[in-house]
């Protein structure tokens, strides 16, 4: 029997708003997808691990595609491409209402979290939340998920843990959860969820 369901934020609850970024600075700037991706993602993640500054990681992805714009005006235009996924928050309400557990278990910067939560409201939606930047760890390390199955107050085999990445469901699986590759929308997470029972 399921008894908590442990979600990722950006690409889950949350739509892939870095992707909508970086196809914008590819539209707006002429810089290829590809090349604005892979830069922002070799400087994000000592970023959202809270190794370097919110300052330093843009100075560093901006320098490295050769891009002189306000990195504060950036910051802003890149948040504003989140929001929720159709049908997330309906069916994440249905799931608390029939008693599950919900964790939140995102790789997210301590300087972006506040601004979306507070947007959006989203601790409102799960019973404890657990972010990469506050706790200085992050996916796929094995210890965030340790966390995050104390947090779900269930054993492994009575969570679900979703995300939109393959490779962050692996330390999920092998802590013994069941898990969702989140790659399509709401509606496929559902029917995935129904198949362990839980809606």
Not at 150 to 157: I, M
């Amino acid at each position: 029997m399921i008894k908590a369901v442990i979600s990722d934020l950006g690409g889950v609850f949350l739509n892939r708003g870095i992707w909508k970024f970086w196809y914008y600075v590819e539209k707006e700037y002429g810089i290829s997808f590809e090349k604005v991706k892979s830069s922002f993602l070799r400087h994000y993640k000592p970023y959202f691990s809270g190794e370097i500054s919110e300052e330093d990681f843009w100075n560093r992805f901006l320098n490295e595609i050769k891009l002189k714009e306000d990195w504060l005006e950036l910051r802003s235009i890149l948040l504003d491409f989140f929001e929720p996924n159709n049908g997330i928050i309906e069916l994440y309400k249905k799931l608390r209402g029939k008693g599950i557990r919900l964790v939140l278990l995102s790789d997210q910067t301590k300087e972006w979290w506040p601004f979306l939560d507070n947007k959006y409201e989203i601790e409102s939606y799960f019973d404890k939340t657990i972010v990469s930047a506050l706790i200085g760890v992050n996916k796929p390390d094995p210890k965030i998920y340790q966390l995050a199955l104390e947090a779900s107050e269930a054993k492994p085999e009575e969570c679900v843990f979703i995300d939109d990445l393959k490779h962050n469901l692996k330390p999920a699986e092998r802590l013994g959860m069941k898990t969702v590759f989140y790659y399509k929308d709401t509606e496929q997470l559902k029917k995935e969820l129904a198949s362990f029972g839980v809606i």
